[in-house]
């Protein structure tokens, strides 16, 4: 049974900064897409950042400059380092791996597997 789990979430000031992990068992991710998608109450889910299977990565043009995503292959987990956090970043954050397929690295379409989320709250 492949599982996700995010972990790192919590409440920090504007200009901050967090780190999100995401760990992974079931299933080796090496060779697929993993993302972080966030979400806020009555909103889609949004695309934040991915990487893909040979480590290219993309980012929304709302954390471009301010958020890193990488991979630890051996590890079979993922990371999102979020600096210069601002109140507009609080969300739910959910990590997903790619299940196979014609692959868009920002369409949730493309994901199978998701973690249960974790909270970010960025406040004064």
């Known amino acids: 049974q492949v599982r996700l789990v995010e972990s790192g979430g919590g409440l920090v000031q504007p200009g901050g900064s967090l780190r999100l992990s995401c760990a992974a068992t079931?299933?080796?991710?090496?060779?697929?897409?993993m993302a972080w998608f966030r979400q806020t109450p009555g909103k889609e889910r949004e695309f934040v950042s991915a990487v893909n299977w040979s480590g290219d990565k993309y980012y929304s043009g709302s954390v471009q400059g301010r958020f890193t995503i990488f991979r630890d292959n051996d590890k079979n987990a993922m990371y999102l380092q979020m600096d210069n956090l601002e109140p507009e970043d609080t969300a739910v954050y959910y990590c997903?791996?790619?299940?196979?397929?014609?692959?868009?690295?920002?369409?949730?379409?493309?994901?199978?597997?998701w973690g249960q989320g974790t909270q970010v709250t960025v406040s004064a």
């Open positions: 079931g299933q080796s991710f090496s060779y697929f897409g």
């Open positions: 997903a791996g790619e299940g196979g397929g014609t692959y868009h690295y920002s369409s949730t379409q493309s994901y199978a597997y």
